[in-house]
């Protein structure tokens, strides 16, 4: 496809379980960022990539959250030991120049 | 601390009418300012952009309005259509030549169009 794709759409997990959130950025966009957006707010940063560098994960809220790019490309986003705060949507965009491009995000439910 | 504000939370408009949105931003050095649009269930998706070099820019029904002194900027749907229903976010970054920083948004506008 010719957008960012995100996988799974929706995931429930039970507190203290482990998540692994994917992102497909669109082919060739070099830069890869990470948002959280909880229910009723705008996306905050959480991490960004530029091909395999991590060169900013000032966001992520705890040592709980992780989030690799090995290749330069598929991006994973990452959750160990979830609790109830982290339910909200994650959001991947990518970017080649000016515009970041979203995908439909991944709504993550801890119960 | 909220780098970016934005009001109103929610926005009811009747069709034809014009909708506006205000945001203010707290850092100077943030020199681009997106607009997204946000559909249930969908990513948000870029619908204008400003540099503060420029007062005000046009595209169709959208235009924003910026206003450096003051540090705030808004956006105007004029002729506002049902199908312009959706959650609106300003955001502010900075532009780093190549490639833009990361995006710092308002909490949102939820925009209602009534027929």
């Known amino acids: 496809g010719a957008g960012v794709s995100q996988s799974p759409r929706y995931k429930v997990a039970k507190r203290g379980q482990d998540v692994a959130l994917r992102c497909d950025p669109i082919?060739?966009?070099?830069?890869l960022f990470w948002y959280q957006q909880a229910l009723g707010q705008g996306p905050e940063f959480l991490t960004y990539?530029?091909?395999?560098?991590?060169?900013?994960k000032s966001g992520l809220p705890s040592d709980r959250f992780f989030a690799e790019r090995p290749e330069g490309s598929v991006s994973t986003l990452k959750i160990q030991r979830t609790q109830q705060e982290d339910s909200a949507v994650y959001l991947c965009a990518s970017s080649d120049t000016h515009i970041q491009y979203f995908g439909a995000g991944t709504r993550l439910s801890v119960l | 601390q909220q780098q970016v504000k934005q009001s109103p939370q929610s926005l009811i408009v009747q069709k034809g009418g014009i909708s506006i949105i205000n945001c203010a931003y707290e850092n100077t050095a943030f020199d681009y300012f997106p607009w997204y649009q946000q559909f249930p269930g969908k990513g948000p998706a870029l619908l204008i952009a400003?540099?503060?070099?420029?007062s005000e820019k046009k595209e169709g029904r959208f235009t924003i309005s910026f206003n450096k002194s003051a540090k705030q900027f808004s956006l105007h749907i004029m002729d506002s259509q049902p199908g312009d229903s959706a959650t609106y976010f300003c955001a502010a970054t900075l532009d780093r030549g190549s490639t833009l920083g990361r995006l710092y948004f308002g909490r949102g506008t939820q925009l209602t169009v009534w027929p």
């Open positions: 400003i540099r503060p070099d420029v």
């Open positions: 082919s060739g966009h070099v830069s």
């Open positions: 990539f530029q091909n395999e560098a991590q060169l900013d």
